[in-house]
């Protein structure tokens, strides 16, 4: 007499520290942009673990992106992790000169 047992894994993997959206500024025309990586964990396990980015990448300045990681068990189950990164340029005041070429204000 032989018996199965046959059990379903239906439960998602979890994600914790998924960050939140980052907004970084720059000076120049691109930035390396860095963040701590989320974590994954299943109750069987973590199969496949994919980001479309990295920590470290170099991004342009004045641009915005959305950053996914998709984890999955061996069962197919999946979970996503995804925030905003946007990099902005900082904006430079250059003193008014005056009709004799001086600073304002002064």
Avoid at 40 to 66: C, H, K, W
């Amino acid at each position: 007499v032989f018996s199965f047992l046959l059990i379903l894994d239906v439960t998602p993997p979890q994600v914790q520290n998924c960050p939140a959206s980052i907004v970084e500024r720059s000076n120049s025309l691109q930035k390396d942009i860095f963040w701590t990586e989320p974590t994954f964990t299943d109750n069987v396990e973590v199969a496949t673990i994919q980001s479309n980015r990295q920590p470290g990448f170099s991004m342009q300045t004045y641009t915005s992106l959305t950053v996914q990681y998709t984890a999955s068990d061996a069962a197919g189950n999946t979970v996503y992790c995804t925030f905003n990164i946007t990099l902005e340029g900082k904006l430079h005041c250059v003193p008014l000169k005056n009709s004799e070429g001086q600073n304002e204000g002064e």
